[in-house]
C-alpha cells in the first residue's frame, strides 16, 4: 500500500511517498514510468531504511550512469552531517556504505530496459538501503562487521533523508554548471581504504588508482554493482 507524505522536508522538485514494500528500488521502478523525476520512494520498517529517487537525464547513458556516484555522494554526506563527527563514513568501490570500518549499507541503481550505452535513458533509479537498527539480533557483538543508525547515534532518518535530497540537487547543479569531476571528487575522497600515496580518479566509469609501484583498474562501475557483498535478498547484511 502507498501513500503520499510530507512528514520529511524536501525541497520542491521531489514528491515523497511512503512504502509498505522493502524493496524500495523496485517500487521506484515500477512507478518511474508514470510517477517521473523527482518522485522518491521511502520505507522505514523492520529495522531499516530504504528510499529511492526517480532521475530522468538528459544525456546518453554512457555518461548518465555517473549519476550513480553522485547518488553515492549525497548519501554518505548527509550521512556524514547527521551522526558523531569522530568517525569516518567511508565507501567500498562501487557501492558499499562504511561507518567506522563497519557495514552500515549500501547503494543500489537500475536503468530503464533496453537502454543501450549511446542511448538516453528514459529513467533511472538511485536507491539506498540503511541498517536502521539491529534489534532482531540476539547478540551485536556476534555481527562485528555491521552497524547500524540506532546503535550509532545518527541524527533521526528524517534528517538524512531530506539532507541527501538536498545534497544531491546540489551535486547534479554542479555537475551541470563545474563538470563531472566537480562532484565526482566527494566520491573519491571517501573511497576506503584510503590511498596513502598516489592519485584516484574517475576514467570513463572506472575507477583508477596510480600509485608509486603501479596501478590498478577497477571494474566497470555497472559490472561492479552489487558485486562487494554487503547486501542479501532482503536487504544489507547483518
Known amino acids: 500500500m502507498l501513500e503520499t507524505a510530507q512528514a520529511i522536508a524536501l525541497p520542491p ?26 518522485t522518491l520512494v521511502l520505507h522505514e520498517a523492520r529495522g531499516l531504511l530504504a528510499f529511492a529517487v526517480v532521475l530522468e537525464p538528459e544525456e546518453p547513458l554512457e555518461s548518465a550512469q555517473m ?35 563497519a557495514r552500515l549499507g549500501g547503494g543500489r541503481f537500475a536503468v530503464a530496459p533496453g537502454t543501450k550505452p549511446q ?8 536507491a539506498a538501503e540503511l541498517i536502521a537498527d539491529r534489534e532482531g539480533i540476539p547478540a551485536p557483538g556476534d555481527f562485528p562487521d555491521s552497524t547500524s543508525l540506532v546503535e550509532e547515534d545518527f541524527e533521526p ?8 535530497a538536498s545534497y544531491l540537487m546540489l551535486y547534479f547543479d554542479r555537475w551541470a554548471h563545474e563538470g563531472l569531476e566537480a562532484v565526482t571528487n566527494r566520491y573519491l575522497m571517501r573511497i576506503d581504504p584510503p590511498l596513502l600515496r598516489g592519485v584516484r ?15 590498478k583498474r577497477h571494474p566497470p562501475l555497472m559490472e561492479a554493482l552489487g558485486k562487494t557483498g554487503w547486501r542479501a535478498d532482503e536487504g544489507p547484511v547483518l
Open 157 to 164: 532518518t528524517e534528517a538524512i533523508v531530506s539532507s541527501f
Open 201 to 215: 580518479r574517475i576514467e570513463g566509469d572506472r575507477l583508477i588508482e596510480i600509485t608509486p609501484s603501479g596501478g
Open 67 to 101: 549519476a550513480f556516484l553522485l547518488g553515492m555522494a549525497a548519501l554518505t554526506d548527509a550521512l556524514a552531517a547527521h551522526c558523531p563527527p569522530e568517525r569516518p563514513v567511508r565507501i567500498l568501490w562501487p557501492d558499499e556504505v562504511r561507518y567506522d570500518k
Open 13 to 38: 522538485p521531489y514528491t515523497l511517498v511512503r512504502s509498505d514494500t522493502a524493496d524500495v528500488l523496485a517500487e521506484a521502478v515500477r512507478l518511474a514510468p508514470e510517477a517521473g523525476a523527482g
Open 119 to 126: 542511448d538516453v535513458p528514459d529513467w533511472m533509479v538511485f
